[in-house]
């Protein structure tokens, strides 16, 4: 079957180079770095250590290799792969000399043996649920050592791989040790491969202690009486959904302050006039001068934290619509009382925890949401004790850091 994917690869290379023309138009590519995707490099630099290969499609992903690269930066060169424009944004602006940055090279035989052979990794970290069958081809050809860390099976993904269990269970192969990021991916990924899997814990859920700059505090809601609600991660058409509540909400209450972080911040201005048509005046957080205008969209990335830390009310979207919900640690470390809708299938275990523990609110539908809206803005007494168990609940340990170390170690050495 890798075979047939190859072959079509290859035949489809004038098509695929069409098509990353057509997202350096949309924005979607960085126009003067595009040639990354087809396995070259303007990096010029003699790389004097061993190179450690972290591969993380996209920020979400991204997000969880903090703790590799705080602990790996010094002693090897970090070539870290990502596949969206946001996650390059974030990887240069946090961890700037730490790593070398790359995009990650399309999937197509000629341009992942380029990759390697310009890049020579010594060991490679997979972040990832997408599995590459050609990239991954190539990493055990060269008899590179890999592992697979965080890996998610989504149920919808399980039904697609049942077709082709053998296909999955040959690109595991490529990996010395797995880990998936739940008991729940744990028992999906099982069905498809006899191989060993391992559960030590998600480590997206690591990076969770953020000490916010003085200057980047934010001081512009210094009236003690206003309530923030943040609805962060939003996905389209949650906003359309969400806005008439909080219209809602304010005819009754006009102390409250709204702030919408969505999960691809190009999509701001869209929501811009999506408040317009509810009669909702709105500004962008990058004009930088906030007013007294009720709605703030973000649309500036790893600033999400300074949003969180003045928030009081915060809802996970990608939660209303099947996107499996997203990560409630972040929001909650600060001290903000969370709310989620309940297709949250990528994070099912973090967030039955936290309800057990009433350190969150899961919602079937809308108006269950508006009710609890309501009553976490009227009850400021039930409003703390949701944040103070959600702030407790984030200070556990989420994964078995010295194992994934001791693993590493082992292969690197």
Not at 140 to 160: F, G, Q, T
Not at 390 to 409: C, P, R, S, W
């Amino acid at each position: 079957m890798i075979y047939i994917y190859e072959i079509l690869g290859f035949i489809l290379i004038p098509f695929i180079k069409l098509n990353v023309k057509f997202r350096i138009k949309q924005g979607k590519e960085n126009s003067k770095r595009y040639k990354e995707r087809f396995g070259y490099s303007s990096y010029s630099v003699a790389l004097n250590k061993k190179v450690i290969w972290i591969h993380a499609a996209s920020l979400g992903e991204f997000k969880a290799a903090d703790f590799l690269i705080n602990k790996y930066h010094k002693k090897f060169t970090l070539l870290i792969t990502t596949t969206t424009l946001s996650s390059s944004e974030y990887a240069i602006k946090k961890y700037g000399n730490k790593i070398i940055h790359q995009f990650a090279p399309l999937d197509v035989n000629i341009w992942v043996k380029r990759f390697i052979k310009k890049w020579n990794p010594k060991f490679v970290i997979w972040i990832e649920s997408d599995l590459w069958p050609t990239t991954l081809k190539n990493i055990k050809k060269n008899k590179v050592k890999a592992i697979l860390i965080n890996l998610r099976l989504s149920p919808k993904s399980l039904k697609k791989w049942k077709f082709v269990p053998f296909f999955y269970d040959s690109l595991l192969s490529s990996f010395s040790k797995i880990f998936v990021q739940s008991e729940e991916d744990k028992k999906r990924v099982q069905l498809l491969t006899n191989k060993n899997i391992e559960f030590i814990g998600n480590l997206k859920l690591e990076n969770k202690i953020v000490n916010l700059k003085e200057n980047e505090k934010i001081n512009f809601l210094n009236n003690s009486n206003l309530i923030c609600i943040m609805l962060t991660s939003t996905h389209k058409n949650e906003e359309s959904l969400l806005l008439p509540i909080y219209k809602e909400l304010l005819s009754d209450n006009k102390n409250l302050y709204l702030i919408i972080a969505p999960r691809h911040p190009e999509r701001s201005k869209e929501i811009m006039l999506l408040c317009d048509s509810h009669n909702l005046a709105s500004q962008l957080e990058s004009e930088k001068k906030i007013n007294n205008k009720k709605i703030l969209i973000i649309d500036s990335f790893g600033i999400l934290s300074n949003y969180f830390a003045i928030s009081d009310v915060v809802f996970l979207g990608g939660s209303l619509i099947p996107a499996g919900g997203h990560n409630p640690i972040e929001p909650a470390i600060h001290n903000c009382a969370i709310i989620s809708g309940d297709l949250i299938f990528n994070w099912k275990n973090i967030f039955d925890d936290m309800v057990n523990k009433n350190a969150c609110l899961k919602v079937k539908n809308i108006d269950e949401l508006k009710n609890n809206l309501k009553n976490l803005i009227q009850n400021k007494n039930k409003r703390l004790i949701l944040q103070n168990n959600a702030y407790n609940f984030a200070k556990k340990q989420f994964v078995d850091t010295n194992y994934l170390e001791k693993t590493i170690n082992n292969y690197i050495n």
